[in-house]
């Protein structure tokens, strides 16, 4: 919200400097975001009324004026604006002025017609927001005045106000703040209410949504236009004047935090009644719109109709005029929730309802109600009623609060005297009950309904006393490594950095999947009460978010996708947690031809088994079937299983070509917890040998098998054996032919042939009698 300093003064004595002001605010929670200089001294500007208006005889959107700027010659001006009328005093940038904006005044012609000067809009002389038409000045503002004079220096504090903290939307309200925190008194309160209070004319049917409401008479009234004062307070803060009787309304919501509206009573059929909307009611609101209300809306209505939305808006039928001369001023209290939800479901945001659902003060209602109806009988010659009409009950004052000094002191961690706080308290409007050595019962005041815990009342007290005052501490203590820790070390050091150092990058997907997810997905447990048709289940696996990455990335035109991603399961039937690694690969090794190959080769099997042996020690592909996969692998680690992958079929995914995917446990039980961190191993200083091994083979006999048995028992000079060859016949063959080559090495002194002719040989002999295998010499 937007206040003017100028109109803060008013009610307590401020720092000279703004920045101070904002300073202090800030520093007690209440932040200042932007402070603005405003203000009309500008040379050459000056008072004009207009005395005539033509049209212009080569635009239709331009018109000629005649003004008088009180020199005693009238000066000719071509206006393009529409929102006056003969008689209006405007303001007049005279040659040889320069505008806000940069705007150098000259005379010059406009359409072959001669124009002294300019009529200025509020946004030009930099006094308001509003760009649609001239800024329509009092009738009391004299001709010729220098415009500086009606629109006096000011400066503009832009502050947040947080949600639970609707009694600072009002000028009352934060001074009453900035009094409790600077130890100031203020200048004015709001006066008590002198009216005979009569529990007639008005009914309340909804009386959750609306516990109070309250309506005052004010007769014959003469609508027009606002003094100066009354323009220049609204318009400072970016309010558009409109006519005194509205202009009254929305100064004392500013004013008081209160929102009232007036309504033209002899418009109105019979006494009011507040109740709900009915189903389909329609609405002509004061915007010009209509609306279509349902049974949640709270209305303010006549004997024949809805008048108004409660908290929102006025009705246009019943709206102030300039032919208005009996006016019906209303008051109320209406529940934050119901405001909120009107609001929302019309699209119909006002300064009321932003005010209403946020809490108005109860205390405040028939104060404001005073307020007005004075205003209006000063400013527009009204006769108000000596009765004020009122239904309901207002909302009851917020609970006690007890207060430990003890536990304050050791919520903020510094001792701050028991009389020191309840200074603070009182301050902030805050009322003793009863106290002993070692606490105090506080009162809390009606605008204050966020104070509920004793937590609350400590944060007021550390507002005021300065969160500057409170020495910084390290909390923080040592902790030993428990089960997460170890679970976050794995996932970190074991699994993403490998991966990440493999090429694949992470991603993070939804937890909740969508009715249309794909297969992997049709076990998965729904929620009760979904937010979204894309958020209806928890997901048992992290394939089909993995899918919907590769979807989006084909999408932008990637030629290959290499992702992982480490998140919770929610497996079937009871949602059982666990966590998992998903990984996916799609596309070309390569994204584009080298000076080596002008081909490109698609990602295979192959690659993600070679992801896998970043990550999984001891990895093995056993072949299983599965009606998921075209082509199906379970992931082994040693003999133990911890996953499964393989290749999509086309029905799961709508890419073109092969999509790999695998999907392994990485609870803290799982063989991928037992990695270990590579070792440094210094260059071998000794050269190696190599022997070939060729064999034949069944067809049967996987390599991981013949592997094991070359491995185990392993020869100490053995250091890896590499596969080089692989031949098998065309045409259902059953046997096939395999070379190996093994190298040896000993890390301490140069190998003879001697010694690793013998090791070699035991391996042959061992391939031969546990496989049977026919070795090709």
Not at 65 to 74: A, F, I, L, N, P
Request: aromatic residues 6%; hydrophobic residues 35%; contains cysteine.
């Amino acid at each position: 919200m937007k206040f003017s300093v100028n109109w803060l003064r008013e009610f307590v004595d401020l720092p000279k400097n703004p920045e101070e002001i904002a300073e202090l605010l800030t520093r007690a929670g209440i932040e200042t975001k932007n402070i603005e200089t405003r203000g009309a001294k500008i040379d050459n500007v000056v008072v004009s009324q207009i005395t005539a208006s033509s049209r212009h005889p080569n635009a239709d959107r331009l018109t000629v004026c005649q003004v008088d700027d009180g020199s005693g010659t009238k000066r000719q001006i071509v206006c393009g604006a529409t929102n006056y009328k003969v008689g209006d005093k405007v303001p007049l940038a005279l040659p040889g002025a320069k505008l806000p904006n940069g705007t150098e005044i000259r005379k010059s012609k406009l359409r072959g017609v001669e124009s002294e000067g300019m009529l200025c809009s509020a946004i030009e002389l930099g006094v308001g927001q509003d760009a649609d038409g001239l800024l329509i000045l009092s009738p009391e503002a004299r001709i010729g005045a220098p415009i500086g004079d009606l629109f006096p220096a000011d400066t503009i504090l832009d502050v947040e106000i947080t949600p639970n903290r609707g009694d600072l939307l009002s000028y009352f309200g934060l001074a009453r703040e900035i009094a409790a925190l600077s130890g100031k008194k203020l200048k004015s309160m709001p006066r008590e209410v002198k009216a005979e209070i009569r529990r007639s004319g008005v009914t309340i049917d909804a009386t959750r949504e609306c516990p109070f409401f309250s309506a005052r008479s004010v007769d014959n009234v003469k609508v027009g236009p606002s003094p100066q004062w009354l323009r220049a307070k609204i318009e400072s803060v970016g309010i558009r004047s409109i006519n005194n009787i509205v202009d009254i309304s929305n100064f004392v919501m500013l004013e008081l935090g209160q929102p009232t509206h007036a309504f033209d009573a002899d418009k109105l059929r019979g006494s009011i009644n507040v109740r709900l909307a009915r189903d389909g009611e329609k609405f002509l609101a004061l915007d010009g719109k209509t609306y279509s209300l349902n049974h949640d809306n709270c209305v303010v209505a006549d004997q024949e109709r809805a008048i108004g939305i409660g908290g929102v808006m006025g009705g246009e039928e019943t709206g102030v005029t300039d032919s208005t001369k009996n006016i019906l001023l209303e008051a109320a209290y209406f529940l934050p929730a119901s405001i909120r939800r009107t609001a929302r479901n019309l699209s119909l945001p006002t300064d009321a309802s932003y005010r209403f659902e946020r809490g108005v003060d109860p205390e405040m209602i028939l104060r404001a109600s005073h307020r007005a109806t004075e205003l209006v009988r000063e400013i527009a010659g009204g006769t108000p009623a000596k009765e004020i009409h009122v239904a309901g009950k207002l909302p009851a004052d917020p609970a006690d609060v007890t207060l430990s000094y003890e536990k304050c002191d050791r919520v903020i961690g510094v001792a701050i005297k028991p009389k020191t706080v309840d200074e603070i308290l009182t301050h902030f409007g805050l009322k003793k009950t009863g106290s002993t050595s070692k606490a105090g019962i506080w009162k809390i005041p009606s605008y204050r309904r966020d104070l509920q815990r004793d937590v609350d009342l400590i944060e007021e007290v550390v507002r005021a006393y300065g969160i500057d005052k409170i020495p910084g501490t390290t909390r923080g203590r040592f902790m030993s490594m428990t089960k997460a820790d170890r679970s976050h070390d794995l996932e970190t050091l074991f699994l993403r950095e490998r991966l990440a150092g493999s090429g694949l990058s992470e991603v993070r997907t939804s937890k909740l999947i969508s009715r249309s997810a794909s297969a992997f997905t049709e076990d998965a447990i729904e929620l009760r009460n979904p937010l979204s048709e894309d958020h209806v289940a928890l997901r048992p696996s992290l394939i089909s978010g993995l899918l919907g990455v590769l979807e989006r990335n084909i999408r932008a035109g990637a030629e290959s996708v290499s992702v992982f991603e480490i998140g919770r399961a929610f497996i079937p039937p009871d949602g059982k947690e666990e966590r998992h690694l998903g990984i996916l690969l799609w596309g070309n090794v390569a994204s584009s031809p080298n000076w080596r190959s002008q081909t490109k080769r698609n990602l295979d099997l192959f690659d993600l088994k070679g992801v896998l042996e970043c990550v999984v020690p001891n990895l093995s592909f056993r072949p299983v079937t599965s009606p998921d996969f075209a082509l199906a692998v379970e992931v082994w680690s040693g003999d133990q299983p911890v996953g499964l992958g393989g290749q999509l079929p086309a029905s799961k995914s709508s890419a073109p070509g092969s999509v790999l995917v695998a999907e392994l446990r990485s609870t803290p039980d799982s063989p991928l917890a037992k990695s270990t961190a590579k070792k440094f191993r210094e260059l071998d200083r000794f050269p190696s040998v190599t022997r070939d091994i060729a064999m034949i083979v069944p067809d049967e006999i996987s390599h991981d098998k013949i592997l094991r048995t070359i491995q185990e028992p392993r020869e100490p000079l053995l250091e890896s054996v590499d596969l080089f060859d692989l031949f098998a016949e065309q045409g259902g063959a059953t046997r096939k032919s395999l070379a190996y080559r093994l190298t040896y090495r000993n890390r301490s002194r140069t190998l003879k042939s001697d010694e690793v002719n013998e090791g070699h040989a035991r391996i042959r002999e061992r391939l031969k009698r546990e496989l049977g295998v026919t070795l090709r010499e």
